[in-house]
């Protein structure tokens, strides 16, 4: 088993920053993490994930170049750095962990997900 807690979210201006984190405890040594969003009304989306090991990373088109996943396996705890943001990230933010795939880009290869952390970006 593995436990996700995301901590981090907030209310920020467009255009602003924030920085999620998910600690993680229990079967962490070989797996590989994520992070996913939902709106309100929306289905739930893929926002960036890095790889077991090597910590390859893999972004949403909708968040390349503005969001930075990272890891610290010392600890271990995933990041997502989220710059430049706009009011349409606005959503829950849900880490998540894989066991099975080493670059896990669905929901469905996710065995394991935190409760969310709520950020808000307004106009």
């Known amino acids: 088993q593995v436990q996700l807690v995301e901590s981090g979210g907030g209310l920020v201006q467009a255009g602003g920053s924030l920085r999620l984190s998910c600690a993680a405890s229990g079967r962490t040594n070989r797996v590989s993490m994520g992070w996913f969003r939902q709106a309100p009304g929306k289905e739930r989306e893929f926002v960036a994930t890095i790889s077991r090991g090597a910590g390859r990373t893999y972004y949403a088109n909708s968040v390349k170049g503005r969001f930075t996943i990272s890891k610290d396996n010392a600890k271990p705890t995933v990041y997502l750095q989220m710059n430049s943001l706009k009011p349409e990230d606005t959503a829950l933010y849900y880490c998540?962990?894989?066991?099975?795939?080493?670059?896990?880009?669905?929901?469905?290869?996710?065995?394991?997900w935190g409760q969310g952390t709520q950020v808000t970006v307004s106009s």
């Open positions: 998540a962990a894989s066991e099975v795939y080493d670059l896990p880009l669905r929901a469905v290869e996710f065995g394991f």
